[in-house]
């Protein structure tokens, strides 16, 4: 049977006099002796043991102060802040693995003035201590869509299935797409939609907005998309709406001698690669607010012109390597945050005229100034559409304008 309450009160008064007098080792084993006696779980155990009740002799123990000095002070938490900023609020993880060539982009540029000291700190900082500096900020910045997907019908044998379990490619130049709809909660009439394109295998993202899904409408977009990627097209994805299984898009495929795939219908999951960047790029750059008519179109092509530099040249992004489930429990594990201009810039797929391109592009390009571009288009496009269909009362934007 086991002891009562008081005879653990009692146990643990005992144990904890002798566990401040005892080396580390000692520790241990005094602590086992308390979990064996009383059965507490270890961390409580812990709690118990470092209290500080009257010790020895009717002394009272006051808790420590702090003795190490802070390391990260308040310039360090300024310019961490004004590059988190900049680099869209990501995550430590992947800020960690860019903040020393984001600075030295951002001191090219002129946006930002360091001294050695506050450089150094932030060039060795981690990405877990990224996180515990910005968790005020994050807390302080803190939709969901439906889909309008028609299925087509048409032509749906000539096209062969694949799923995401199938998709395996290392080689730039296959592409998932799908049509993001700006509707603002109420799908009646015509509304905007964004042409989403993902490349597999580098994660490059190009977004061409259309007045409708109508198929002529979706045909020029892609090729348009298509003239400006920086690698060959090999391979589309598409899910089973009639804007893409269509006999105009499968004799351009076949044409073109580009692989024409699509995923199973209600399967999302077939399509994860742009279904992310549904989200993370469109989404959160116009939210969720209806967008209908030609300047509408104009204004979201001058932001995505702008967003495409900003994303693929200065947002990085992890790729699943593996995953691993024993029991109840699913270990992922994922290759080192890269952007996917350096993806681009590290895979033997490319010329080296290409990569040089590349290169030429990205060192004029100042991330601090298209954010800037970004924001200012984003608050013109809050102030068109705001306008609501009547009877709708979803929220009007989940723009991230910082």
Known sequence: MGLTMKERKAVTAVLRARYRRASKKQKGHLLDELIALTGYNRWYAVGLLRSHGPAPGGRRVEARARRRARRYDAAVLVALRQVWVIMDCMCGKRLAAVLPEMIAVLERHGELQLDPGTRQKLCAISAA???????????????????????????????????????????????????????????????????????????????????????????????????????????????????????HLLRYTRQERITFTRGRAWKKNDGCFVEQKNYSVVRRTVGYARYEGHAHVRLLNELYAQLRLYTNFFQPVMKLLTKERTGAKVKKTYDRPRTPYQRLCGSTALSKHAQQQLRAQYADLNPAELKRNIVRLQSRLLRIGLRRPQGVNATASGCAVS
Do not use: M, Y
């Open 129 to 247: 201590s990224i996180d515990r500096l910005l968790v005020a900020e994050r807390r302080r910045l803190n939709v969901r869509g439906r889909s309008g997907t028609k299925p087509g019908t048409l032509l749906k044998h000539q096209i062969p299935i694949r799923t995401f379990a199938e998709w395996d490619q290392t080689q730039p130049g296959f592409v998932e797409i799908d049509l993001v709809g700006h509707d603002g909660g109420l799908a009646r009439g015509d509304f905007c939609q964004t042409l989403d394109v993902t490349d597999v295998a580098s994660g490059w993202t190009e977004a061409q907005a259309v007045i409708n899904k109508a198929q002529v409408w979706v045909f020029e977009a892609l090729q348009r998309i298509r003239a400006r990627l920086p690698f060959a097209l090999h391979g589309i994805d598409s899910d089973n709406g009639s804007e893409f299984i269509n006999d």
